[in-house]
């Protein structure tokens, strides 16, 4: 497989444990010539993954700052686009470890604003730039389609993402841009052990239906001798590693799911062989979804 001569986007770059950045440098690797964006916040981070990679490109690109996307687009002006992906999402506390009822109006609203509107705010400053034939591809996850308690109203904003991909699927197929999902099993990322080191900071959202499913592993992990002394960062890491076994069991193939599982597939519905593919969900989770009920852990 082969992406010389083609040029990706990638944002939602963090740090070098983001799916978002094993992503960019796949493609890096196959050729492409990539631009990454990223948020002033992760400017520390994001710099060391520059500094390593002088081939790749990067420049702050807030997906909710319309002066940021016009800078950050009108690069390509020039260079017109053959990938683009969108690896953005994020929820407030509260979406995580309330009652859906409970949920907050700005949280969810939120939620939904920067984990699914995104993606059409993304195309619609993309498009004048889409090569033909161009491939747009989001990051989902299962809880879209299923009731995930420990997921929250994330899931809800990650149904309303693949309705998106659907959508933009439509609009944009005419000039031969194919849009689509990838939703992988439970992988370990900054932003899900930002889920769990919620409930380790609010004992009183264990209380919840999602909490029950955090409070076994956390009450194991209080037990074991290990993790007495960790720090927080350890100890999420430690529960998140058990969610992981825990969906790898279910699986028709017992395996857990990578940045490097996401990245194989983002590969290929950047490359040409994915061509005619547009508006769908692949699922990359070692067969659970089809094979068995999904575990509440």
């Known amino acids: 497989?082969?992406?010389?001569?083609?040029?990706?986007?990638?944002?939602?770059?963090?740090?070098?444990?983001?799916?978002?950045?094993?992503?960019?440098d796949r493609f890096q690797q196959y050729g492409a010539k990539v631009y990454i964006g990223y948020q002033q916040k992760f400017f520390a981070?994001?710099?060391?993954?520059?500094?390593?990679?002088?081939?790749?490109?990067?420049a702050r690109c807030d997906v909710m700052n319309d002066e940021e996307m016009n800078a950050f687009f009108g690069r390509f002006q020039t260079q017109p686009i053959d990938a683009l992906v969108h690896c953005l999402a994020y929820g407030p506390p509260d979406v995580f470890t309330s009652k859906p009822s409970e949920v907050r109006g700005d949280s969810f609203?939120?939620?939904?604003?920067?984990?699914?509107?995104?993606?059409?705010?993304?195309?619609?400053?993309a498009k004048p730039y889409l090569?033909?034939?161009?491939?747009?591809?989001?990051?989902?996850?299962?809880?879209?389609?299923?009731?995930?308690?420990?997921?929250?109203?994330?899931?809800?904003?990650?149904?309303?993402?693949?309705s998106c991909v659907r959508y933009l699927a439509i609009e944009l197929g005419p000039q031969r841009v194919r849009v689509n999902a990838i939703s992988p099993g439970p992988i370990e990322t900054p932003a899900a052990l930002g889920e769990v080191l919620a409930f380790l900071r609010d004992p009183s959202a264990l209380d919840t239906e999602a909490g029950k499913v955090f409070k076994v592993l956390i009450d194991r992990m209080r037990s074991d001798p290990a993790l007495a002394d960790?720090?927080?960062?350890?100890?999420?890491?430690?529960?998140?590693?058990?969610?992981?076994?825990?969906?790898?069991?279910?699986?028709?193939?017992?395996?857990?799911?990578?940045?490097?599982?996401?990245a194989?597939?983002?590969l290929f519905l950047a490359s040409d062989l994915s061509r005619k593919i547009s508006g769908q969900v692949l699922l990359i989770d070692g067969g659970m979804s089809s094979s068995r009920m999904m575990p509440m852990i």
């Open 1 to 24: 497989m082969n992406l010389s001569n083609k040029t990706a986007v990638v944002l939602g770059v963090a740090d070098k444990s983001s799916i978002a950045w094993a992503i960019a």
């Open 45 to 58: 981070r994001v710099r060391l993954l520059l500094l390593e990679h002088p081939n790749v490109e990067g």
């Open 109 to 125: 609203a939120q939620t939904l604003a920067i984990s699914a509107h995104s993606l059409l705010r993304v195309a619609g400053y």
């Open 131 to 162: 090569r033909q034939w161009a491939s747009v591809m989001t990051l989902s996850y299962q809880a879209s389609s299923q009731a995930q308690p420990f997921y929250g109203m994330m899931g809800v904003a990650k149904s309303t993402l693949e």
């Open 230 to 262: 960790a720090d927080e960062i350890t100890r999420a890491r430690a529960i998140w590693s058990k969610v992981q076994e825990r969906f790898a069991k279910e699986a028709a193939m017992p395996e857990i799911i990578t940045q490097d599982d996401v």
């Open 264 to 266: 194989d597939a983002a």
